[in-house]
């Protein structure tokens, strides 16, 4: 079948570290992959996507390459701020109307 | 801000009441969506209307039922919920090119209480 597999959280950084989130995937076909960020109180907005493999996805300074020998979408940004501080969740797509989540990976950005 | 409207922010409720969540995008978009999210949980899909018809209900129970009155509106009308109905209730659309590369659009949710 098809899931998603994020590395556990929570993720704690100071200001300024660099931030690797892990997202691996199963899937028949050749799925999108995106990942999503909640942040408190609110809803889940589009981060970033990757239609195919080795496209890049990028946005706001966060970035995940579609890796299709490891089957791999990880999610990097080289320097985090604490307004980054949310959830962020991995997810794929292969067919019209159903998305496939992650269980999400809190990130927690300290001063 | 978002795009997709939803409303209450916030709805508590008796379990014999009856409720309604609304949800509302002027983006021309064609799908719209019900999620449940539980805390510290992913989204979970409960029910896709496209070009105002449902096209997938995730065996949802009965005391939840959806309407899509227009293309730009989405209602969950609420029955006899059980406490363990509480959550985060999630609407979404998506363009009407969509194919499974589409994004979703999500609304900032109501937060639903059953006492």
């Known amino acids: 079948g098809n899931s998603v597999t994020q590395m556990e959280g929570p993720v704690t950084l100071s200001e300024e570290a660099f931030l690797t989130i892990n997202c691996t995937y199963t899937a028949t076909g050749y799925p999108s992959l995106f990942w999503y960020v909640q942040y408190p109180g609110e809803g889940l907005q589009l981060l970033l996507k990757a239609t195919k493999a080795d496209d890049k996805g990028s946005n706001k300074g966060f970035e995940a390459t579609y890796r299709k020998e490891t089957t791999s979408f990880h999610l990097e940004k080289g320097s985090v701020q604490v307004s980054d501080s949310a959830v962020y969740f991995c997810?794929?797509?292969?067919?019209?109307?159903?998305?496939?989540f992650g269980t999400g990976t809190r990130l927690q950005v300290f001063p | 801000d978002t795009e997709v409207t939803q409303t209450p922010k916030h709805l508590v409720m008796g379990m014999t009441n009856k409720k309604s969540l609304k949800c509302e995008q002027h983006m021309g978009h064609r799908a719209m969506y019900w999620y449940k999210q539980k805390a510290k949980k992913p989204p979970e899909l409960m029910f896709v209307y496209s070009y105002e018809k449902l096209s997938i209900n995730e065996s949802v129970p009965s005391r939840f039922s959806p309407e899509c009155p227009n293309s730009s509106l989405l209602n969950l009308h609420l029955h006899a919920l059980q406490p363990e109905d509480s959550a985060l209730y999630l609407c979404?659309?998506?363009?009407?090119?969509?194919?499974?590369?589409?994004?979703?659009?999500f609304g900032n949710g109501t937060r639903l209480t059953v006492t």
């Open positions: 997810a794929l797509s292969v067919t019209t109307d159903k998305l496939i």
């Open positions: 979404a659309s998506s363009p009407p090119d969509r194919g499974y590369n589409s994004p979703l659009h």
